[in-house]
């Protein structure tokens, strides 16, 4: 089946331009995650949703960040007056539940640079 | 700071040797714990999981080992193929409690080098 996929691809922004970043989770995954990996690092947590309960937005890093999931399917990733260090790899898993034996499958990602 | 750290940044590794993945993690609240690989262009796929009522996983080629004392952890890869070179992320999360349970925190990872 369809994995996790996630548009655009890759995505060169000016500084203070808002972006959006879109994620499609496997079909039937009540659970989606937003991760982000900067150069050299780890991947970070940003935000969960889980099914109609509301969303753990606990790794935001600022209120520039804003995530929507519509219809418990499809989310959106928005940053606002982008900054040079926002520039990552922004990652969007799903999985079935958020259950710990519910492994995370994630998409390619895309690659934000902003200038 | 970093919950789970993973202090090698790159290990090389000849063909049909055994590759050896270290973790540490300094938060005792974590009890359930997660490799995952990474090629280039792709995103992170799941390998391997152990929960902290185990000292050992095991599946195929891959050992995942916990030392909750130490809090500790390490992948083992027997025997290493050409396959196997990408780079490796250790992930740590809470079973339960809390309203951040769900997700997983990372490593920074470890570029694995397996030569021919």
């Known amino acids: 089946g369809a994995g996790v996929s996630q548009s655009p691809s890759n995505k060169v922004t000016e500084k203070g331009k808002d972006v959006e970043l879109r994620c499609d989770p496997i079909s039937g995954h009540t659970a989606l995650y937003w991760y982000r990996q900067s150069l050299g690092q780890g991947l970070e947590f940003l935000i969960y949703?889980?099914?109609?309960?509301?969303?753990?937005k606990s790794g935001l890093p600022s209120d520039r960040f804003s995530a929507e999931r519509t219809g418990g399917s499809v989310s959106t990733l928005t940053i606002q007056r982008t900054q040079q260090e926002d520039s990552a790899v922004y990652l969007c898993?799903?999985?079935?539940?958020?259950?710990?034996?519910?492994?995370?499958?994630f998409g390619p990602g895309t690659r934000l640079l902003v200038l | 700071d970093q919950q789970v750290k993973q202090n090698s940044p790159s290990l090389s590794v000849q063909e049909g040797r055994i590759s050896i993945l270290n973790c540490d993690y300094t938060?005792?609240?974590?009890?359930?714990f997660l490799w995952y690989k990474k090629y280039p262009a792709e995103g992170p796929t799941f390998l391997i999981s152990i929960s902290s009522i185990k000292d050992k996983n095991e599946d195929g080629r891959f050992t995942v080992f916990l030392n909750k004392s130490a809090k500790h952890l390490s992948l083992h890869i027997v025997p290493s193929q050409p396959g196997d070179s990408a780079v490796y992320f250790c992930?740590?999360?809470?079973?339960?409690?809390?309203?951040?349970?769900?997700?997983?925190?990372f490593g920074q990872g470890t570029i694995l080098t397996v030569h021919p």
């Open positions: 949703f889980q099914g109609n309960s509301a969303p753990d």
């Open positions: 938060n005792s609240m974590f009890d359930y």
């Open positions: 898993a799903s999985s079935l539940t958020v259950q710990v034996s519910e492994t995370q499958y």
């Open positions: 992930a740590a999360r809470r079973l339960s409690g809390g309203t951040s349970y769900g997700k997983l925190t």
